[in-house]
C-alpha cells in the first residue's frame, strides 16, 4: 500500500488533481469542484474502477480512491 499509494497520489498531482496527504490504504482526491468528481467518477466506472464519493462527510468535490 505504501509504495502504490505514493504512486497514486504523484500520478493525481501531476494530472493537475489534488491528493491530501494519507496513512491509510486510499487516496482522498480533491477535483475542485462536486461536477469533476462526479464526471472523475463516470470516467473511473466506465474504466472498472470503483471509487467511492464522499459528499456525504462534507466532501462533495473529493473521490476517495482504494489502493489495494
Same mark, same amino acid.
Given at each position: 500500500?505504501?509504495?502504490w499509494r505514493a504512486k497514486?497520489? =504523484?500520478g493525481?498531482?501531476?494530472a493537475g488533481i @489534488?491528493?491530501?496527504p494519507s496513512a491509510c490504504n486510499f487516496v482522498l482526491a480533491d477535483f %475542485?469542484?462536486?461536477e @469533476? =468528481? @462526479?464526471?472523475?467518477?463516470a470516467a473511473l466506472r466506465a474504466r472498472g474502477i470503483i471509487a467511492r464519493a464522499v %459528499? %456525504?462527510?462534507s466532501l462533495p468535490t473529493c473521490?476517495?480512491?482504494t489502493v489495494g
Amino acid at each position: 500500500n505504501t509504495e502504490w499509494r505514493a504512486k497514486l497520489s =504523484a500520478g493525481l498531482e501531476a494530472a493537475g488533481i @489534488k491528493a491530501w496527504p494519507s496513512a491509510c490504504n486510499f487516496v482522498l482526491a480533491d477535483f %475542485g469542484t462536486a461536477e @469533476k =468528481a @462526479k464526471a472523475a467518477d463516470a470516467a473511473l466506472r466506465a474504466r472498472g474502477i470503483i471509487a467511492r464519493a464522499v %459528499g %456525504g462527510y462534507s466532501l462533495p468535490t473529493c473521490l476517495r480512491i482504494t489502493v489495494g
